[in-house]
């Protein structure tokens, strides 16, 4: 009865581990990352921020430029539990030295962080796949010569090559189209391409002699059709993993660069020109400052978060 029973708990197991195999990788790749729940935390965190961000005109309180609060500068609501006599329940986070709405500022300038996370990222992608796939598959002269274009700007420091780009076209009409927008996207674009571009190289110089390659070479198939259907679907792991961590670092240059007053010009609100502007009156109330800056910290971990787990998830050694 006993060896009955054992018996098929272990065919049990068997159809179990065969139907685990028989899953495709993406397929195999979600349910990691599904089962990963500092990752299900962070998509949850960013997806919350995407809605605030989309829906910001209809359920921020005031207008984010508009000086509806007195002229004395108003603190969070939660204040007053420690004896501060400048709250209004009007305006639940408090207002700025200018008398305008913190929270309508915070719910508008996700909307900037979120296209300056994307936006660059998206023209860092396409030219770092174009770059890396290119020098990887052809190689020879084609391969040294895109590869020494990479290392020189490789070469420069990241963001002081970005804040030399953005100073120097900063007066000009790109500079000034959208308060500025343009001029950080072509910023961070010109400078985080290399990265994509080595790693994808590295991955195409991997694959491109494998016997599928091989394969698909003997029956006739031309470059372009190798790189897109054979080997672009075998490197792409990696590359989401590297996306996922571009987006925050991008979000965070952008907000650097604004600290610094060289980035998305005033008064359009962003995480860092409200921290900039909150510095005038950090010594009376520093929740001006803190209040973004916790949301930038916020919203960065998420996309950490789901980066690590995209790693995990795509790793097809790990185990769950």
């Known amino acids: 009865m006993v060896t009955a029973v054992t018996t098929q708990q272990r065919r049990v197991a068997d159809v179990t581990v065969i139907a685990r195999k028989q899953r495709s990788l993406w397929r195999d790749a979600l349910y990691r990352l599904v089962r990963n729940r500092a990752a299900v935390v962070g998509l949850a965190v960013i997806a919350f921020a995407a809605l605030i961000a989309i829906f910001a005109p209809l359920i921020a309180p005031y207008d984010p430029l508009a000086q509806n609060g007195p002229k004395q500068q108003l603190e969070?609501?939660?204040a007053r539990f420690f004896g501060s006599e400048y709250t209004d329940p009007a305006y639940v986070f408090g207002t700025d030295w200018l008398g305008r709405d913190i929270l309508s500022r915070l719910m508008y300038s996700s909307r900037v962080s979120l296209v300056i996370g994307l936006v660059p990222v998206t023209i860092v992608l396409a030219i770092g796949l174009s770059v890396g796939m290119l020098a990887g598959y052809v190689g020879g002269v084609v391969d040294d010569l895109l590869m020494r274009a990479t290392d020189v700007v490789y070469a420069f420091p990241d963001l002081l090559f970005v804040i030399l780009i953005v100073a120097t076209l900063r007066g000009t009409v790109l500079g000034d189209a959208y308060d500025g927008l343009l001029v950080i996207f072509v910023g961070i674009a010109v400078v985080?391409?290399?990265?994509?571009?080595?790693?994808?190289?590295g991955q195409v110089l991997s694959v491109k002699n494998r016997d599928f390659v091989e394969a698909a070479r003997a029956i006739g198939a031309g470059p372009g059709r190798i790189m897109r259907r054979h080997i672009f679907p075998n490197i792409l792991a990696p590359i989401i993993v590297t996306v996922a961590f571009a987006i925050p670092g991008a979000m965070l240059t952008e907000s650097v660069l604004s600290f610094l007053g060289i980035g998305i010009r005033p008064p359009t609100p962003t995480w860092g020109v409200m921290i900039n502007e909150?510095?005038?009156?950090?010594?009376?109330?520093?929740?001006?400052?803190?209040?973004p800056s916790i949301c930038i910290s916020i919203v960065l971990l998420a996309f950490t978060f789901v980066g690590d787990?995209?790693?995990?998830a795509l790793d097809p050694r790990s185990k769950v």
Do not use: M
């Not at 985080?192 to 190289?201: D, H, P, Y």
């Open 76 to 78: 969070p609501i939660w």
């Open 192 to 201: 985080n391409w290399v990265g994509v571009a080595r790693l994808v190289r």
């Open 278 to 291: 909150g510095f005038v009156v950090f010594s009376t109330t520093p929740w001006a400052v803190l209040l």
């Open 309 to 312: 787990g995209l790693r995990d």
